[in-house]
């Protein structure tokens, strides 16, 4: 009996890697359909000559494409050319958040800004240090590239971030045999073989990397309002402390987070940004209620 990593299923055949990065393709026992498991993409399986013979629990799972285990999303922010955005920044933190996965920030194009220009965007950034892992990374000076190498080492990664903000360049950075022109990356990663038949994760300096379109999106369909407090690890951290249980932070009296930002702890910013998803929120959730009557 071997132990390893399902990397691909394509056609109901699964391709499972094990700690040599040997590769076999097997078939996932049949008594799996009468206990409705369903092997993933991603999933640690045991497994013999043929067949799947056992699935681990997952830590967590992704739908587009159906991925389990992920490690860490990569979030690449451009520092110019697309300006840097908090709020996109934001937006992603707590999508990803909310699916009990790590987020890296890593702010790419570093060249571009003056020295100065870089000092205040690492100020304005300190704040996240506390709470998410930043890097700062330069494709033309190659600054960071050894950090980012460091962290997906032996992880499932995903990549996120803006159109324009430096995705392939960070990908022939760390492969330069793809040769990446700027609208090929969703090729390289496979975007379009993403089905229910055909689902892979790929080989990424010393760990693995997926695409995942559904996280570009930043689509809050499925999310409640006042569920998104969870999703803001710092105003959970902090909400101990206000006056009322499920405090929503936004208009409640004695709300420790609206004090917090009050006194500039709390970045103003960060909250403006939270209140501006959570009324984004509550305008989807109340569209889908009038479509439904």
């Not at 451009?78 to 996109?88: D, E, I, V, Y």
């Not at 790419?108 to 100020?123: G, H, P, R, V």
């Not at 330069?138 to 903000?165: D, H, M, P, R, Y």
Request: with cysteine; proline share 4%; net charge positive.
């Amino acid at each position: 009996m071997k132990k390893g990593r399902i990397t691909k299923l394509i056609g109901g055949l699964y391709t499972v890697q094990d700690e040599d990065k040997n590769k076999y393709i097997v078939k996932p026992l049949g008594i799996f359909r009468y206990h409705n498991i369903s092997p993933k993409v991603g999933d640690i399986v045991d497994f013999d000559q043929d067949n799947i013979t056992k699935v681990y629990p997952r830590k967590n799972e992704l739908y587009r494409p159906m991925i389990a285990n992920v490690d860490q999303v990569l979030i690449i922010n451009s520092a110019k050319k697309p300006n840097f955005s908090f709020l996109l920044l934001d937006k992603f933190l707590a999508i990803i958040t909310a699916f009990n996965i790590q987020p890296i920030i890593i702010v790419s194009k570093i060249d571009l800004m003056s020295e100065e220009e870089l000092n205040d965007l690492k100020n304005n950034l300190s704040y996240y240090n506390q709470y998410f892992k930043v890097i700062y990374y330069s494709s033309k000076t190659k600054e960071g590239i050894s950090k980012i190498l460091e962290v997906i080492s032996n992880k499932v990664n995903v990549l996120a971030g803006q159109t324009g903000a430096g995705k392939s360049s960070l990908l022939n950075a760390i492969n330069p045999k793809l040769n990446l022109e700027t609208n090929e990356i969703s090729k390289a990663l496979g975007r379009g073989k993403h089905t229910t038949r055909h689902v892979e994760i790929y080989e990424f300096g010393n760990g693995y990397i997926a695409d995942t379109p559904g996280f570009s999106k930043l689509e809050f369909q499925d999310f409640e309002a006042d569920q998104l407090r969870y999703y803001y690890p710092d105003f959970f951290e902090k909400s101990s402390k206000c006056k009322f249980n499920g405090c929503t932070h936004t208009h409640e009296p004695g709300c420790e987070i609206k004090r917090l930002v009050a006194e500039n702890i709390i970045p103003r910013i960060r909250y403006d940004n939270y209140l501006q998803i959570y009324q984004e929120i509550s305008n989807i959730k109340r569209i889908y209620r009038g479509n439904n009557k």
